[in-house]
């Protein structure tokens, strides 16, 4: 939001209204035409850039979710055919909208929980918040959690679910063989999935039980014991050691 520089309002106190409304529409159309060079200028950088990497600067820096139309203005001397081939490497397609690929965002701590998150919308929309807040609460880090959810979904207290942001109906109804091909993706991501989550629950169940303190068996003392032949050596020695005493208290002699 545009904010009047105080030394402005210092000025516009001594001035006329009309001068002001001049002064002010001077400065609203200069902060336009920054705004404007400066995207032309990005743009043209952006387009010097390999068309995957020109995908990824996008998706990563810019906007992590988009229409595939808007996608086409940063190709312009590209066919749909190209972009569409290259996209899958960059993002994923949920409800004919491209989301960044969460492999491009993080090392893996988040991948996995977002990609759950994701699947689960390409299932459904809304989708209610006890099926995705188990995965919600892996984010661990609550401003990265804010982070990862604000551009996807919005959290619907009344409804208790989740509304993903939004859709592109117009993609899914003109690229039919796009969407059946990422809904395969899909199917096998999700049994990645799966299988990565239960073995990250198995991993943490070993974990636990092997830090937990030995705790010694109670029973006869050791030289007490007695092995399947009879009495142990330590018993055995202890047995000596008394009637040796006993004996020469009463000063008898063993032969």
């Given at each position: 939001?545009?904010?009047?520089?105080?030394?402005?309002?210092?000025?516009?106190?001594?001035?006329?209204f009309?001068?002001?409304?001049h002064?002010l529409n001077?400065?609203m159309?200069?902060?336009?035409h920054?705004?404007?060079?400066?995207t032309?200028f990005y743009?043209?950088e952006?387009l010097?850039?390999?068309?995957?990497?020109?995908?990824?600067?996008?998706?990563?820096?810019v906007s992590?979710?988009?229409?595939?139309?808007?996608?086409?203005?940063?190709?312009?001397?590209?066919?749909?055919?190209?972009?569409l081939k290259?996209?899958?490497?960059c993002?994923?397609?949920?409800?004919?909208?491209?989301?960044?690929k969460?492999?491009?965002?993080?090392?893996?701590?988040y991948?996995?929980?977002?990609?759950?998150?994701l699947l689960?919308?390409?299932?459904?929309d809304p989708v209610?918040?006890?099926?995705?807040?188990?995965?919600?609460?892996?984010?661990?880090?609550?401003?990265?959690?804010?982070?990862?959810?604000?551009?996807?979904?919005?959290?619907?207290?009344i409804?208790?679910?989740?509304?993903?942001?939004?859709?592109?109906?117009?993609?899914?109804k003109?690229y039919?063989?796009?969407?059946?091909?990422q809904?395969?993706?899909?199917?096998?991501?999700?049994?990645?999935l799966?299988?990565?989550?239960?073995?990250?629950?198995?991993?943490?169940?070993?974990?636990m039980?092997?830090?937990?303190p030995?705790?010694?068996?109670?029973?006869p003392?050791?030289n007490?014991?007695?092995g399947?032949?009879g009495?142990?050596?330590?018993?055995d020695?202890?047995?000596r050691?008394?009637?040796?005493?006993?004996?020469?208290?009463?000063?008898?002699?063993?032969?």
């Amino acid at each position: 939001m545009f904010k009047i520089p105080s030394f402005l309002v210092i000025a516009f106190s001594s001035t006329s209204f009309l001068d002001c409304c001049h002064y002010l529409n001077f400065i609203m159309h200069f902060e336009i035409h920054v705004t404007y060079l400066f995207t032309c200028f990005y743009n043209r950088e952006m387009l010097l850039l390999p068309l995957e990497e020109r995908l990824k600067k996008w998706f990563t820096e810019v906007s992590g979710v988009n229409r595939f139309d808007a996608l086409k203005d940063l190709a312009p001397t590209c066919s749909e055919v190209e972009i569409l081939k290259m996209l899958p490497e960059c993002a994923y397609l949920v409800r004919g909208l491209w989301v960044c690929k969460s492999s491009l965002l993080f090392d893996g701590v988040y991948s996995g929980p977002m990609d759950r998150i994701l699947l689960e919308f390409t299932k459904r929309d809304p989708v209610p918040s006890n099926i995705l807040e188990p995965f919600i609460n892996l984010i661990g880090n609550r401003a990265m959690r804010d982070w990862i959810l604000s551009p996807l979904c919005k959290r619907r207290q009344i409804l208790k679910d989740h509304k993903f942001i939004s859709a592109d109906l117009s993609f899914i109804k003109r690229y039919p063989h796009i969407v059946n091909e990422q809904e395969c993706a899909w199917s096998a991501r999700e049994t990645t999935l799966r299988e990565s989550l239960e073995m990250s629950t198995t991993l943490a169940k070993k974990t636990m039980n092997s830090t937990r303190p030995n705790v010694a068996s109670k029973g006869p003392h050791s030289n007490m014991s007695k092995g399947r032949d009879g009495p142990s050596q330590g018993s055995d020695d202890l047995a000596r050691s008394v009637l040796g005493t006993v004996f020469t208290a009463n000063k008898v002699r063993s032969c």
